[in-house]
């Protein structure tokens, strides 16, 4: 019954979007329905990881190309997560995006960025995965500069050029492995090993769109409005899926890539963390922690132990629900008083009292200390790399999550204690509080009971 489930997950979305693009009146639910359809479908596929199956479907064309889409463990988990983390960010933009004319439009750019993902996740041709790869950073770019305005456009145009410039680096990348191999079959190219210029060149294009040293300018350029800072942690996390399908579960490569993705790792999570501390607009100091907390899952890939995959994948899950419910507490904050500006900001927390328990959530877990999600992440990545013998690259990791907690707890103490110095005008974001509750729930439930998600991890490895 399950078989070929994963082609009518992306079809069902593609296909979605464009109703929700063409039937306005209704774009709005009919977004809801199709990304919660795809979480659904994606979550029938759960029970077949734990029983170890794999359902592939493949249709031949030429040599080089053959649509293939793959459900296994890592695909069914990253469709998953994103879908969820996507519908409750929906849920959140109906009050966000209420008074805006161009609504549907939005809804349609997010239904078909879903839609993308799906295809990516499942994707197991090189060739198809790049191009869902640039369906992502197209619709991204539109959804960045969703607002039009002057400074919005060159910040979403900047983004594109500097993924586009990876995702040719990355384009290369495959093209030297069709050359030695004459295909682009993942299943075909499964322990096959690749040259360290092919692997460096996908490295470049998957460090580009995950905002990684040193392509992570543009990443902070598109943090001004709430919408497209809160699609780029699911963009930045499609960097991370890709690292651990082609480099942990498909290539052979030389020891020399992983050593690499190692130190930009550290290097990221100190200078990105030192960034966040220094700023002072709320959604910049939000980007700066993303990119730092995208290094940390980057760092325990890069250990290519049972540890360190582990604690990536379920980091994965931990930062996607902390951060989301950050920016979303910030999109709040930004709707209530107009301003970011944590300078201007104050005794928040008497105005707006849930908004402060859900930012406290989710911040305690992107901090990493118990018995929130984050905890079990970062502690399980620092025994990997203490493991492996490598105390100085543990001491940098330890050193950026002291980072973490200096400045969101600067962000938090700021903006929600004191006194007040801007008054909160009360809007209707009662749908938006409640989602932003969720995700601190969620953050909080994943420490609790963090066998469920480490039982499907071990079984994805």
């Known amino acids: 019954m399950l078989d070929n489930l994963q082609n009518y997950i992306i079809g069902i979305s593609l ?9 306005k009146k209704y774009s709005k639910i009919l977004a809801l329905f199709f990304i919660l359809l795809g979480l659904v479908l994606s979550s029938l596929l759960i029970p077949s990881v734990f029983q170890n199956q794999i359902f592939i479907y493949e249709k031949y064309f030429i040599d080089f190309f053959s649509i293939i889409f793959v459900a296994d463990g890592l695909s069914i988990f990253m469709a998953v997560v994103s879908s969820l983390i996507g519908i409750l960010i929906l849920i959140y933009t109906f009050d966000y995006l209420k008074d805006n004319q161009r609504q549907n439009i939005y809804y349609f750019y997010f239904t078909l960025f879903i839609a993308s993902m799906f295809g990516f996740v499942f994707s197991e041709n090189l060739l198809l995965m790049y191009i869902f790869w640039e369906m992502i950073a197209i619709v991204f770019w539109r959804i960045s500069s969703f607002y039009g305005n002057d400074e919005q456009l060159k910040a979403s145009d900047k983004m594109l050029y500097t993924t586009f410039l990876g995702s040719v680096f990355m384009l290369a990348g495959f093209a030297l492995i069709y050359s030695d191999y004459n295909t682009l079959n993942v299943l075909t190219l499964r322990g096959k090993e690749i040259s360290a210029l092919s692997a460096f060149f996908i490295i470049a294009g998957l460090l580009a769109k995950s905002a990684q040293i040193p392509f992570y300018i543009w990443l902070p350029a598109n943090s001004k409005a709430i919408i ?8 930045a996390e499609v960097g991370v899926y890709a690292f651990a399908r082609l480099f942990l579960m498909t290539f052979l490569v030389s020891p020399v890539v992983f050593v690499t993705i190692e130190l930009i790792s550290i290097i990221t999570i100190i200078v990105a963390g030192a960034l966040a501390f220094y700023e002072s607009d709320i959604k910049k100091i939000l980007t700066y922690s993303t990119i730092a907390q995208i290094g940390y899952v980057f760092l325990g890939l890069s250990t290519k132990n049972s540890i360190g995959f582990s604690a990536a994948l379920l980091y994965i899950i931990v930062h996607g629900f902390g951060k989301a419910g950050l ?18 900001l104050g005794g928040l927390v008497k105005t707006m009292p849930l908004v402060a328990i859900g930012f406290s959530m989710c911040a305690l877990s992107i901090i990493g200390l118990p018995p929130f999600g984050g905890f079990f992440a970062k502690l399980f990545i620092i025994m990997s790399l203490v493991q492996q013998g490598k105390i100085l690259i543990t001491v940098l990791a330890i050193v950026g999550a002291i980072f973490t907690l200096l400045y969101l707890f600067r962000l938090y103490n700021t903006v929600f ?6 008054e909160a005008n009360p809007g209707k974001t009662r749908t938006m509080t409640f989602v932003v509750l969720i995700f601190g729930v969620l953050s909080l439930l994943i420490g609790l009971i963090p066998n469920f998600p480490l039982s499907f991890i071990d079984i994805i490895k």
Do not use: Y
């Open 15 to 23: 296909t979605g979007s464009f109703l929700v693009l063409i039937i």
């Open 417 to 422: 204690l004191g006194k007040i110095q801007n």
């Open 327 to 344: 920016f979303l507490s910030a999109g709040i904050i930004e709707k209530q008083t107009g301003i970011t500006d944590m300078r201007k």
């Open 228 to 235: 497209p800072s809160i699609s780029l942690l699911l963009t």
